[in-house]
T-cell receptor
Framework: AQKVTQAQTEISVVEKEDVTLDCVYETRDTTYYLFWYKQPPSGELVFLIRRNSFDEQNEISGRYSWNFQKSTSSFNFTITASQVVDSAVYFCALSEAPRRYGGATNKLIFGTGTLLAVQP | EAGVAQSPRYKIIEKRQSVAFWCNPI?????LYWYQQILGQGPKLLIQFQNNGVVDDSQLPKDRFSAERLKGVDSTLKIQPAKLEDSAVYLC??????????????FGPGTRLTVT
């Protein structure tokens, strides 16, 4: 069965600190996709990144970076020089690869989320 | 580009009453999802539509929940009768399914349901 674990329930940092959010996943599929979403207090889930299981290159986007390691089934998310606006709940999610006709759903399996509070 | 629209944003009902939520996906998105997010948890898929057909409703409590997507665009999710444990945020999402496999899901603002 597919599962996503975000062991950190809450993290509190002071502005400008770096912070890493951990994500560990379980799947039997050889082809799968990993995602990070941000959920600010307004409640809307904001897509941040998608990574497929064949691409282990780390990715950097501004202050955000992601470290994907298949050997440890982890997909960690680092925010460099955190800002108050980064305060939100962050969800890691997993989906199996969609098939072209019929077959598997590409539903997202979410972790329980990590609440990040960035203090000024 | 307009995002996923949902209404109402908030709803308070008593147990055993019925309620309906509406979702309008991003234009051109063939796939529509309804998720339930209970406080403190991650969203859980209730039902997925591909155009107007159901792809996955394995976690939908079919004795009380129903959903439809007429004409493959808008969708409604109904609960009848509601229970206290149905208190949650109901999120609608849509994605563009193409042969290229472009399927990030884009979420609406959600409907916060409180059952008293």
């Amino acid at each position: 069965a597919q599962k996503v674990t975000q062991a950190q329930t809450e993290i509190s940092v002071v502005e400008k600190e770096d912070v890493t959010l951990d994500c560990v996943y379980e799947t039997r599929d050889t082809t799968y996709y990993l995602f990070w979403y941000k959920q600010p207090p307004s409640g809307e889930l904001v897509f941040l990144i998608r990574r497929n299981s064949f691409d282990e290159q780390n990715e950097i986007s501004g202050r955000y970076s992601w470290n994907f390691q298949k050997s440890t089934s982890s997909f960690n998310f680092t925010i460099t020089a955190s800002q108050v606006v980064d305060s939100a709940v962050y969800f890691c999610a997993l989906s199996e690869a969609p098939r072209r006709y019929g077959g598997a759903t590409n539903k997202l399996i979410f972790g329980t989320g990590t609440l990040l509070a960035v203090q000024p | 580009e307009a995002g996923v629209a949902q209404s109402p944003r908030y709803k308070i009902i008593e147990k055993r009453q019925s309620v309906a939520f509406w979702c309008n996906p991003i234009s051109g998105h063939a796939t529509l999802y309804w998720y339930q997010q209970i406080l403190g948890q991650g969203p859980k898929l209730l039902i997925q539509f591909q155009n107007n057909g159901v792809v996955d409703d394995s976690q939908l409590p079919k004795d009380r929940f129903s959903a439809e997507r007429l004409k493959g665009v808008d969708s409604t999710l109904k609960i009848q009768p509601a229970k206290l444990e149905d208190s949650a945020v109901y999120l609608c999402a849509s994605s563009l399914k193409s042969l290229a496999g472009d399927y990030e899901q884009y979420f609406g603002p959600g409907t916060r349901l409180t059952v008293t």
